[in-house]
C-alpha cells in the first residue's frame, strides 16, 4: 500500500527557495523605507483570544461572523488555561498591536508609538485569486494620547504609498474618505437606515440582515443589485461635524500638498468596526475582483474599547501576496552566486575537501561541495547548474603535489594552487566579489 501523500491546507501557498528573493526584496526595502518613516518592529503572536478579535473586528463584520480561524486544545487537562479562553489564529495585526500597547503600557514610555510588522494573518476564506487563508501583511500602527493629527493620517496613506511604489506597483487608485467621530458615525448610522429604509426588501437577503445589524455594510457589499441601490443614494457628507469636515480637509490639503493623487468615496466605510475619521483603500485594477493591495485608517476608540488608555490611532496593511501579483513577475531579483564549488575526485579525497570548504566559507566566500559522488562528469554539470564561479578539484594528482585545481567557470581557465597558498588564493576570490 502506498503510503499516504499530504496536501497543502486548501487556501495557503508554500514559498520555495526560488521566490524568496522576492519576499525578502520586499521585505529589506519595507524595514528600510519603515526606518525612514520613524516605525519600529513589533511582533506579536500569531494567535490572541477571539474575543480579543471581536471586539475590536466588531461582531457583525464578515470575518468574525464567517473567517475566523479558531484554536482547539487537544486534551482538555493540558489545556488549562487553553480551556479558559477561546483563542483564533489572527485574522488582522491592528487587535494584536493595540493588545501589546496597553499591556505594555507603551503609553508612558513614549508619546507617540509608531510600530510596524510584517508576518502571517489567517482568515478562513472562500480561496481564489488574491484571496488567501493565510496571507501575509505589512502593517503599521501610529499609536499615542492626543496624536489625532491631519498630517499623521496623510503620512500613513504616503507612507504605504511611497512602499507600494518603491515594489514596482505604481498604477494604483487611492481611495479615500471618512467616518467622522463615533457620534458622527452613529448619525451616518441613522441616516443611512432612513434612506434604506424603502429599498430594503430589493437588497441582497444578507444586506437585508446587515440593515438590522450593522447597516454601514451594505456599503461593502459586491452584490450588483445593492451597489447600484447605494450608488443611487446620493450620500453626502452633511451628517459629519464641522470639526471633523475640517479635519478630513486638511487630511486632503496634506495629501495634495505631497502631490499625492486620490478620489473621494463617500461608500467607502471599511469592513472593520473601529474606524473613525479617515479610512482608506489603495487598489489595483489589474488584481481583477479582490483588487484592494492596502488599506487602514483611523480608529480613535479602539485602546479604550479594549481596556487602555484614551489615546488616538492610525495605521494601515498591505498585502504582501497582492504585491507580488501586481508585480506580475516584472521584478527580477538575483541571488547571490557560488563562489566555488568543491570537487573531490574519490571518497578518500572527501576528508581534505570537506575542510577545504570549510575554510572557504570562514573566508566569507559563499562555497559548497558535491556531496552526491559521482564522476567529475556529474560533479561538473552539479557545479554548472548551480553555476559556480570556480570549481576546486582535489584529485589523486593534484594531491599526491598537495596542490588542488582550480578551474575559473567563467573563462574556462584552470590553474593548480598549493595548499600552502589556498589561504592567499581565497582572499583573492573574496576581492573579486
Ligand atoms: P484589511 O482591509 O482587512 O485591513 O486588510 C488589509 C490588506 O490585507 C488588504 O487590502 C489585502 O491586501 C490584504 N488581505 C486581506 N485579506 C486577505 C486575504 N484573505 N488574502 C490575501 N490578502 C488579504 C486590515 O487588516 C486592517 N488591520 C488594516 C489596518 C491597520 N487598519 C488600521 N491599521
Redesign the pocket.
Known sequence: MMNKKFALPRGTNDILPEEISLWSNIETTARSILRLYGYREIRTPIFEETELFRRSMGQTSEVIQKQMLLLQSQKQSDANDMQAASYALRP???AAVVRSYIENDLDKKESLSKLFYIGPMF?G?RPQR???RQ?H?I?V?AIGPQSSSPYLDAEVIALGMYLLKAFGISHVQLKINTLGTKEDKAAFYQKLRNKLEPKRTDLCPDCQQRFERNVLRVLDCKNEKCKTIVSGLGLEPDWLSRDSQKYFEAVQSALSDLNIPYKEDPALVR??DYYTHTVFEISDSSLGSQD??????R?NNLVAELGGPPVDAV?????V??ILLAQEGKIKVTEPMLDIFFIAMGEEYEREAFRLLYEARRCGLCADMGYQRGSIKSQMRLANKVEAKYVMILGEEEMRRNEVALKNMRSGNQENVPLHNLSEKLKEILQEK
Not at 495605521?315 to 498585502?319: D, R, S
Open positions: 488582522e495585526g491592528t482568515r476564506e488574491g484571496r488567501l496571507f501583511q502593517g500602527e469592513g472593520l484592494a493591495v492596502g488599506a487602514g485608517g480608529y495605521g494601515f496593511a498591505l498585502g501576496e497582492r
